[in-house]
């Protein structure tokens, strides 16, 4: 990976942290603390200035409640692609809960993901055909996007 490549991506990585650590309204040593680093260093992390290892991404990301592979993607140690065909394969290899269930859950995936603009950028998965709108027929079993809102 060329330098600048390497450089702007710590930096978006240094951003992204402290935009998590300030919605979660902490401080940088209480992050520190919480991830079990020093202070000095989550700051250089924050500023773009480390390449953080996996090991230290798993402990802030814990630190903060969010995915140890949102920090991976961010720094280039795992493809954004591969995170969420990921997610898709795992809901699929799922044994406790049904079919009707996951393709759900995948639907509401892909849904939340168009919201944000994120659809789009990996390439359409050929194991479903089902539209925003397939299984909402099926309102006995409440699996689907509308369960729960009530008859409108």
Known sequence: MPTDGLEARLRDLGGFIRDQRRRDRLSLRKLSELAGISNPYLSQIERGLRKPSAEILQAIARALRI?????YVRVGILDDRAVEHDLIAEIRRDTTITERQKQALVEIYRSFQRETGRAGRGEPDAGTDAGP????GDAGHGAGPDAGRGAG
């Not at 995915?67 to 920090?71: G, N, R, V, W």
């Not at 709108?133 to 909402?136: H, I």
């Open 67 to 71: 995915s140890a592979e949102t920090l």
């Open 133 to 136: 709108d397939a299984g909402r």
